[in-house]
C-alpha cells in the first residue's frame, strides 16, 4: 500500500538520523546547539525573517554533517584498506561541514550580536510570542529531544519502538498546544482522546512498552506546558 511504502521510507529516513546521532558525537553537538539557538533566539525574541535565517542556516548544518556521515560509511566500505583517495575523499566532505559551520557562526553573530548586547544591557528577559510560535517551538524541542534520547537508549527505531515513544511526545505535544490555543474544554478533550488513542495503538502492536508510551507522553507534556508558561507568560 502506498501509505505504508511512505511510512516505511520515513521510517529509514529517520533511522538515518538516529543512526548518525548514536554513532557520530558531531551530530550531537549539533542538535544541542540547534536547541541552544532555537531557545535564547525565542528568548531574546528575534524576528520572524531572523529566526527563519536561524532555523534554515542550523538545518543546513545538520544536512552537510549527515552528508558527511553518509559519506565517510561509504567511503570505509568501498575502500576499508588505506588509500590517499578515501583520504580526500572524507577530507573534502569533512571541509564542507567546516565551511558550512562557519557561515553559519557569521550569519549567528550577524542576527544574534545585536540581541546579545541588548540581552545584557537590559538584563535577563524572556519575549513574549504569540501560541501558534510556541506550538511550531514545542514539536522542534520534542523531536531533538526524542532524537537524543533513542540515541541515549539506543533502542529501537524512530517509528518503531525505542525509549522514548515518539509518537506519543508528538501527540500529547499537539494536545497540550490545541488546548492553550483553543480554551476549548470540548476541543481539548477530544484532542486528548486521538493522543489517548494512539498512545494505546503503540502499546497495542507492541511496537513501544507501556513505560516507553508512558515516558514519551510525559515528555511531550512537560515540554511543550513549560515553554508555554514561559514564553506567554
Known amino acids: ?14 533511522e538515518g538520523i538516529l543512526t548518525a546521532a548514536k554513532t557520530q558525537r558531531h551530530i550531537r553537538y549539533h542538535l544541542y546547539a540547534a536547541f541552544v539557538v ?28 549527515l552528508v558527511n556521515t553518509a559519506i565517510e560509511v561509504m567511503v570505509d566500505i568501498l575502500s576499508p584498506q588505506l588509500r590517499e583517495e578515501a583520504r580526500i575523499a572524507k577530507d573534502v566532505a569533512a571541509g564542507a561541514v567546516l565551511v558550512t559551520a562557519f557561515g553559519a557562526a557569521i550569519i549567528g553573530y550577524i542576527v544574534l ?7 545584557f544591557q537590559k538584563g535577563f528577559y524572556v519575549a513574549v510570542h504569540p501560541n501558534d510560535e510556541i506550538a511550531v517551538l514545542a514539536l522542534i524541542v520534542v523531536m531533538i529531544a526524542v532524537v537524543l534520547l533513542k540515541a541515549f537508549f539506543g533502542k529501537g527505531l524512530p517509528l518503531r519502538g525505542g525509549m522514548p515513544s515518539g509518537h506519543c511526545a508528538l501527540s500529547f505535544s499537539i494536545w ?17 482522546i486521538v493522543a489517548l488513542v494512539i498512545a494505546q495503538s503503540r502499546v497495542a502492536l507492541k511496537v513501544h512498552t507501556p513505560v516507553e508510551a508512558f515516558l514519551g507522553s510525559l515528555l ?7 515553554l508555554f508558561v514561559l514564553f506567554n507568560s
Open 176 to 192: 497540550v498546544s490545541i488546548t492553550v490555543i483553543t480554551e476549548n474544554i470540548i476541543v481539548s478533550v477530544l484532542s486528548f
Open 38 to 65: 532555537l531557545m535564547f533566539s525565542y528568548i531574546v525574541g528575534v524576528t520572524k525573517t531572523e529566526f527563519l535565517v536561524i532555523a534554515l542556516t542550523t538545518l543546513f548544518v545538520i544536512m552537510a554533517e
Open 113 to 119: 550580536f545585536p540581541y546579545m548586547v541588548g540581552f
Open 1 to 14: 500500500m502506498p501509505l505504508k511504502r511512505w511510512i516505511d521510507s520515513a521510517n529509514n529516513a529517520i
Open 220 to 226: 511531550g507534556i512537560f515540554i511543550t506546558y513549560v
